[in-house]
C-alpha cells in the first residue's frame, strides 16, 4: 500500500502529516490547472456568470480530487458573488453550475465600493510560471493544487494566491519497513495588486 507524507516547506520549517495516497500524474480529458487552455475555459464561463446586480469579487480555480492526490488535472472554479444588497453567495460554475451559497461577508464588503474581477489567462499562466521559477534549488514542480484571486486588504484591489506541490530531486520517495512513502512539499505564494510575488508560510 502507497501512502504519502505532506511536508509544509516554509522558512525552513518542516511540518509533516500523513496522507493515504498520492496520486501523481493522473491522466484525463481535463486540461492542467498550469495550463492556459483551462482558464480560458474558466474565463468564458465566468464571464456568463456576470449580472447587472452583483460583482464577482473572488475566484477560486481547484485541482481535481483532494489535496494530497497531488493531481495535475482541472477539478472546478467556484466563484464568491456579492449582490446589490451586500449579501454574498459562494457558486460552483465550471464545469457544472451548482446553486449559490450564502456565506458570511467576513471583509464586510459594500457592493458599491467594489468592482467585479477580471481574469486574464496568459496572465493567470505568467503568475504560476513565474512562481515556479521560485522554487528552491534541487525541488521540482509536481502540481498546482489551488489558484485564487480574492480581494486585497484594502478591499477595493485584487490579490492572488498560488498554491504548488513541489519534490524534492532524487528524494520523490521513501521506503520503511516495505511500504513506499511519496514525500512532496507545499510551497504558498502570494501576489499583491502590484504585481510583486512573495512565498510565504
Known sequence: MKHVSEIVLSA?????????????????????????????????????????????????????????????????????????????????????????????????????????????????????EQCKSMIPEGYKFLSLPSYRIGLADDKASFETRITLNVQEIGKESIESGGEKTEVYYELHFVIDPDGNVRMIE
Do not use: H
Request: aromatic share 6%; proline share 3%; glycine share 6%.
Open 12 to 128: 525552513l520549517a518542516l511540518l509533516s502529516l500523513t496522507f493515504v495516497s498520492c496520486a501523481v500524474g493522473l491522466s484525463g480529458s481535463s486540461s492542467g490547472t498550469d495550463e492556459i487552455a483551462t482558464y480560458e475555459t474558466v474565463k468564458s464561463a465566468l464571464d456568463k456568470l456576470k449580472s447587472d446586480n452583483s460583482r464577482i469579487i473572488g475566484l477560486s480555480v481547484e485541482a481535481a480530487g483532494s489535496s494530497s492526490e497531488c493531481n495535475t488535472e482541472f477539478g472546478y472554479a467556484q466563484a464568491e458573488i456579492i449582490d446589490s444588497d451586500n449579501n454574498v453567495f459562494l457558486q460552483v460554475f465550471c464545469p457544472d453550475v451548482s446553486k449559490p451559497r450564502p456565506c458570511n461577508n467576513a471583509k464586510q464588503v459594500k457592493y458599491a465600493d467594489v468592482q467585479s474581477l477580471t481574469l486574464d489567462p496568459a496572465k493567470a499562466v505568467a503568475q504560476i
